[in-house]
């Protein structure tokens, strides 16, 4: 089952059961795949229906991360509860830990040295993590690995 199609089901199993919280997340989601669907003209792949979660994801850490510098605490714990929904249908998130082992992997592989190798290191390291590590981690995990 694709991506997509476990979104339908699982949107369609929301509304019977009358969760509106999930409804309203799911909806939103169905909506912007629909919106890029329309603009691509032809249908979405999965790793497209990953950009539209990933950059959801992104919006509303964005979202978590101005409410609480605003005080709005009831605000930001709804974001977090969305985000948390979004998750779900994203593979699973490595740790520090686990991107770090990957990237000096390639960092071996690319023979970086440096800092003014970063470049070089990034383009392979986002391939090989895509979906499974958010890019700002990875970029200071890479610089500081190249300043070492």
Request: glycine share 4%; hydrophobic share 35%; net charge neutral.
């Amino acid at each position: 089952m694709s991506v997509s199609e476990k979104i339908a089901a699982d949107y369609k199993e929301a509304l019977k059961a009358g969760d509106k919280n999930r409804v309203s997340v799911l909806r939103m989601i169905k909506s912007s795949m629909k919106y890029k669907e329309i603009e691509k003209k032809a249908p979405l792949t999965d790793e497209e229906v990953q950009a539209i979660l990933i950059s959801s994801v992104k919006r509303a850490k964005e979202s978590i991360e101005q409410f609480s510098k605003a005080g709005r605490e009831d605000l930001a714990n709804k974001e977090k509860d969305e985000m948390l929904l979004v998750q779900e249908y994203l593979p699973k998130q490595l740790d520090e830990d686990e991107v770090r082992k990957i990237l000096q992997d390639v960092i071996t592989e690319e023979g970086a040295s440096g800092p003014k190798d970063t470049g070089r290191v990034m383009k392979p390291a986002m391939a090989r993590l895509k979906g499974q590590a958010d890019g700002k981690l990875v970029s200071k995990i890479v610089k500081e690995l190249l300043e070492a």
